[in-house]
């Protein structure tokens, strides 16, 4: 199936690559050495609307489509998968908010976001507990006109730059996935504390924090959805989140072609031009489609979401999801046999987006889940 993008979303791409060309990619190196967040970057991605681009009209956002949020991840990768992600994690939980969240949870918190003021968090994941969200143990016991949080969450993307996050806590313990409930939480209230991960191997610009919930109260109000149904109410856009990892592989990988591409048309051996020679001209022939093929997958799985076909969609983003991750790694690997020697020191990016494509295979469900999702629709 051909996808013709509209004139729009055109735009879209030309104006994300030129703001990564200006703003990400001449800092991206420093950013990277320096574990060094990048919050002036997202204020000014926000006032172009590339910050949480979902969000819709009437509280301040770009009420972009599936697509055009796709693209936009795709470019700010492209730029910089490090700061290409601080960015476009910043609105990270607002899907559930805008969906299920009442109107103050949107009056107060999505135009905030959305104008780069702050940035949300999504809190899923705990020590023991990655993949299997039905798992989590971090609990949410009633208490008069409110209830108190108890728990570890891990792996935290914007945990100590957020004001704010949407937490998953089981509600009815004994109940398994029917019994978790999403809940708002202000990342000041008392008892949240938060510790930076920083030795990680790659997007060294975004933010990783554990965070600790040691008896945090927050009113019922703050309940997002119904009480025990927040696993269902999650399952919702698992499939608009595995799209937007794949995006952000396909952008991860067309960053690292670039990157081949310009040192092979600079790099001399034997009087010649390394893309002279046949080996490196079938090699960045192979990464060119590749990377159109991820793309495609990429785009035809956001259509599906777009359209909210749910089975379709799960399908489809879990194959875009595995394929573009794995074809990231396997492009940005070749990226640096490209360079030689100069693609393993950080003289050059090819090294960067490497260590910065790994992550794709990982997070919004391993390469290892994906196939087991894929499995079950086809078999």
């Known amino acids: 199936m051909a996808f013709m993008l509209s004139e729009e979303h055109q735009a879209i791409r030309e104006a994300v690559r030129e703001f ?50 796709t693209i936009v991840t795709e470019e700010l990768w492209r730029a910089d998968p490090g700061i290409g992600s601080a960015v476009g994690s910043a609105g990270f939980g607002t899907n559930m908010i805008i969906e299920f969240g009442d109107e103050w949870m949107k009056e107060e918190w999505l135009p905030k976001i959305a104008n780069g003021e702050t940035a949300s968090c999504s809190m899923i994941s705990e020590p023991a507990h ?36 949407v937490l998953m806590a089981n509600t009815s313990p004994d109940a398994g996935h029917k019994g978790i409930t999403a809940f708002l939480v202000e990342m000041d209230r008392d008892g949240v504390s938060t510790e930076k991960i920083d030795n990680k191997l790659g997007i060294r610009a ?29 399952m919702e856009f698992f499939a608009s989140g595995r799209t937007s990892v794949a995006s952000q592989a396909v952008g991860a990988a067309q960053g690292a072609l670039d990157a081949a ?92 987006y490497y260590r910065d494509a790994r992550i794709t295979k990982i997070y919004e469900g391993t390469s290892e889940i994906q196939k087991n999702i894929i499995a079950d629709q086809i078999l």
């Not at 749910?310 to 875009?320: H, I, L, N």
């Open 20 to 69: 990564g060309e200006n703003e990400m990619s001449p800092v991206a190196e420093e950013h990277d050495r320096a574990h060094k967040y990048p919050e002036a970057i997202r204020k000014k991605a926000a006032e172009y609307d590339f910050v949480a681009p979902a969000i819709p009209l009437e509280y301040g956002g770009a009420g972009m489509d599936k697509i055009s949020s």
């Open 130 to 165: 990655g993949s299997n969200v039905a798992g989590i143990e971090t609990v949410a016991e009633e208490d008069g006109d409110g209830y108190v949080l108890n728990g570890n969450k891990m792996w935290i993307t914007n945990g100590t730059v957020a004001d704010v996050g």
């Open 206 to 234: 975004s933010d990783l924090a554990e965070v600790i919930i040691d008896d945090v109260r927050v009113p019922k109000e703050n309940v997002i959805g119904e009480i025990d149904h927040g696993f269902y109410q999650l």
């Open 261 to 352: 591409i310009e040192y092979a048309n600079e790099r001399e051996q034997f009087d010649q031009k390394i893309k002279e020679f046949q080996a490196i001209e079938h090699k960045l022939a192979e990464m060119a489609t590749k990377v159109e093929a991820a793309r495609s997958l990429t785009y035809r799985a956001a259509s599906q979401v777009e359209k909210n076909n749910q089975d379709v969609a799960a399908q489809y983003s879990s194959m875009a999801k595995l394929f573009a991750s794995e074809i990231s790694v396997e492009v940005a690997d070749e990226g640096v046999q490209v360079h030689g020697g100069a693609g393993y020191v950080t003289d050059y990016p090819a090294e960067r």
